[in-house]
């Protein structure tokens, strides 16, 4: 009787931890709607950041920018809904890639007057 009961509980916590594994993965963002800034209260904070805003989207209950910051740099940002504070932001330099993301190296051209 004590190995049922011993398994019984070890099977219930197992049930128990499952069950929260959805509630552990959960959102980046995790604020009610009825608080979020509109669309474009969003828009109107990027451009005074000086951002170009490409693409506006939500993303794990944020809302996520892709655009190109105030020197030019491509970036990805990710907002609080609620403050619009930036939580994540990934930016690179465009500058050596094409418009197809692939690197170009430029090598000088060769002295002609030399050879």
Not at 87 to 109: W, Y
Request: with cysteine.
């Amino acid at each position: 009787m004590r190995t049922t009961m011993k398994l019984q509980l070890s099977l219930t916590t197992l049930c128990l931890a499952l069950a929260a594994a959805p509630a552990l993965a959960g959102k980046d963002c995790d604020v009610p709607v009825q608080r979020w800034q509109s669309r474009d209260a969003v828009m109107q904070h990027a451009a005074r950041q000086g951002w170009q805003v490409q693409r506006l989207k939500i993303d794990d209950g944020c809302y996520e920018i892709r655009g190109l910051d105030a020197q030019g740099r491509a970036f990805k940002a990710k907002l609080d809904p609620e403050t619009l504070n930036v939580l994540k932001m990934k930016q690179r330099d465009d500058r050596d890639h094409d418009h197809h993301g692939d690197h170009r190296k430029t090598d000088p051209a060769p002295d002609t007057a030399t050879q």
